[in-house]
């Protein structure tokens, strides 16, 4: 079973930073894309920032020039280092890779972490 391992959410106070890290097992491979999802209470779960193997990244608008995406292809890790935080950052953060697993090989999926809490507040 595919199992993506997140680390690094916590509390904050607002302009701080946190970094988070998630790591893939190691029977995900032929991962496409990596990234960062987030769902605070009430409201849909939505992209916060990808990274696909070629390098190219995207973010939301709302995290532009405060969040960062990197990736190393060579464990499976993908990280996020989340600076200037706001309260409206708060949210439950999912780790998202898009591969193939070792037991069905010859399809890709979505696989998704367990989620981080991230709580920006004074």
């Known amino acids: 079973q595919v199992q993506l391992a997140e680390s690094g959410g916590g509390l904050v106070q607002p302009g701080g930073s946190l970094r988070l890290s998630c790591a893939a097992s190691e029977n995900l491979f032929s991962i496409n894309a990596m990234g960062w999802y987030r769902q605070a209470p009430g409201k849909q779960r939505e992209l916060v920032a990808r990274?696909?193997?070629?390098?190219?990244?995207n973010y939301a608008d709302s995290v532009k020039g405060r969040f960062t995406i990197s990736r190393d292809n060579a464990k499976n890790t993908v990280s996020l280092q989340m600076n200037s935080l706001q309260p409206e950052d708060t949210a439950v953060y999912f780790c998202n890779a898009q591969g193939r697993s070792t037991t069905v090989p010859n399809r890709t999926r979505d696989f998704w972490g367990q989620g981080t809490q991230v709580t920006v507040s004074s």
């Open positions: 990274i696909i193997s070629g390098g190219s990244t």
